[in-house]
């Protein structure tokens, strides 16, 4: 009988990650993997950025679900280059997909990818693509105590996004609750409160990846 640890895939996964990492930062590319729940607003978020980003560099995105082509179509309408991936049943997207996806896209320097993951709140977290960033997405609907239950996706990422946030008052949620979370779990995570359908808090959210690739590129460059 043949035994793979998952740590031999993992280790595997990592070497391409960093692959990818070279390849993206020599293309001069800035890449952002956007995890959260199936239904947290992902790809309402990418629109969204899409257009509050618009002037700041060419938006590509790779989408990432089990089956279907229903977001990479949605995307696509807006006019913006997308590649699907369908992962079969896998619950996340790993460094190998995203590299097969990348050939498909027109990929320019100054440009932006965003990755959105496969929904899940768990999977996604413990595989690197190659991302300069992670955005997790928390949507007002499923509950404040989700960074609790599911620390280590909340503890791998470099922003926590609550989505949704127009929902508040119908919700008992409580993002001083996800704040408080986070300061044990992850303190240095920045927290962002967004709505797709209103546009609140995605100006703030435009400026700190805006920051956040300018430092990357400083650093890199200097
Ligand atoms: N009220 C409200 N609804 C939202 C917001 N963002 C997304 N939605 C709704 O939430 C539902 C799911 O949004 P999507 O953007 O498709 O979520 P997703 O995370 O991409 O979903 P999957 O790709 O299926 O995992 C849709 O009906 C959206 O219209 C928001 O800011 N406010
Ligand atoms: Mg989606």
């Not at 990818?113 to 709140?121: A, Q, S, Y």
Request: hydrophobic letters at 45%; one cysteine or more.
């Amino acid at each position: 009988m043949k035994i793979v640890a998952a740590k031999k895939i993992l280790k595997a996964n990592d070497q391409l990650a960093a692959a990818n990492r070279r390849f993206f930062h020599q293309s001069g590319v800035f890449v952002v993997n956007i995890l959260g729940s199936p239904g947290g607003g992902k790809t309402s978020l990418i629109e969204a950025l899409a257009a509050t980003l618009n002037g700041k560099g060419p938006l590509a995105v790779i989408e990432g679900d089990l089956a279907g082509t229903v977001d990479a179509e949605r995307l696509s309408a807006r006019g913006l280059p997308v590649v699907q991936i369908t992962t079969e049943g896998a619950c996340h997207l790993d460094a190998n997909m995203v590299a097969a996806a990348v050939d498909g896209l027109p990929l320019s320097r100054g440009g932006w990818l965003f990755i959105e993951n496969v929904g899940n709140l768990v999977c996604p977290a413990g595989f690197d693509l190659g991302e300069d960033l992670r955005i997790v997405i928390l949507s007002v609907p499923e509950g404040d105590d989700k960074v609790i239950k599911y620390p280590t996706i909340f503890q791998s990422t470099q922003a926590v996004v609550i989505s949704k946030i127009d929902l508040l008052p119908y919700f008992e949620f409580q993002p001083q609750r996800v704040r408080e979370t986070l300061c044990r779990l992850n303190p240095d995570a920045a927290v962002f409160e967004v709505s797709a359908k209103t546009g609140q808090g995605m100006g703030e959210l435009a400026e700190w990846l805006v920051a956040r690739r300018t430092a990357a590129e400083s650093k890199a460059g200097g």
